[in-house]
């Protein structure tokens, strides 16, 4: 299986630190559809706004339910805290993964059947210092490993979620981040999968040669 490989080289690592206003951004990035799940992410958010008042979520993109969260949001009393950039190119969306706290990934089953893959934003957030939090869904647990290189909840827990996010912006989960770093420069870089599908090249012709 050759899984989609990023860039690391293009991504810089740093940890995350609470800055001295007190503000923390959590941030889903993808297209408004089911499958996203962004309605848990912002169910989460609900969840935690008690304890963590300036705790606001970002979502980048947009979509077909974009005024069904919005909806959501108003009705649990948290539109003012949810951000909705709409679509942003790839260097405006790294910045992003550069200002937040903590990266979710809410994808669930469609009710049609529609399941995501691994998305590479996830890599680029991992890559980045973000710790990651996810549901554990489709291809998701073959690249986060839970409690090493970052979080992973059933598909629809949004308080095992909302506890891990807790737990992050506690300052006690920085260790997930470094493990994080390393797992993506070993396994998921251009640079590394390049090599894989060139090794597997240069045997099938010598293979080939052979026969």
């Not at 980048?60 to 069904?68: A, K, N, S, T």
């Not at 809410?106 to 210092?129: F, L």
């Amino acid at each position: 299986v050759y899984h989609s490989a990023i860039d690391v080289d293009r991504i810089a690592f740093a940890e995350r630190h609470k800055d001295p206003e007190g503000k923390l951004a959590m941030l889903c990035v993808g297209r408004f559809v089911e499958k996203k799940g962004f309605r848990y992410a912002i169910e989460v958010l609900s969840i935690l706004k008690a304890d963590f008042p300036r705790l606001e979520l970002c979502i980048v993109g947009d979509g077909p339910l974009r005024e069904e969260l919005q909806g959501l949001a108003s009705r649990l009393g948290i539109g003012d805290s949810v951000r909705m950039t709409g679509w942003l190119d790839h260097d405006a969306v790294l910045q992003k993964l550069r200002e937040a706290r903590v990266f979710l990934c809410t994808s669930v089953e469609a009710g049609s059947g529609d399941v995501e893959g691994i998305p590479n934003v996830i890599k680029e957030a991992m890559a980045s210092g973000l710790p990651v939090v996810a549901f554990s869904h489709s291809g998701i647990p073959d690249l986060i490993q839970d409690g090493r290189t970052g979080f992973l909840s059933r598909e629809g827990d949004v308080d095992a979620m909302a506890n891990h996010v807790r737990m992050i912006l506690s300052g006690n989960a920085d260790v997930t981040v470094h493990n994080a770093r390393r797992e993506i420069e070993s396994a998921w870089s251009i640079a590394v999968l390049a090599a894989e599908i060139e090794s597997i090249y240069k045997e099938a012709i010598t293979h080939g040669k052979r026969s």
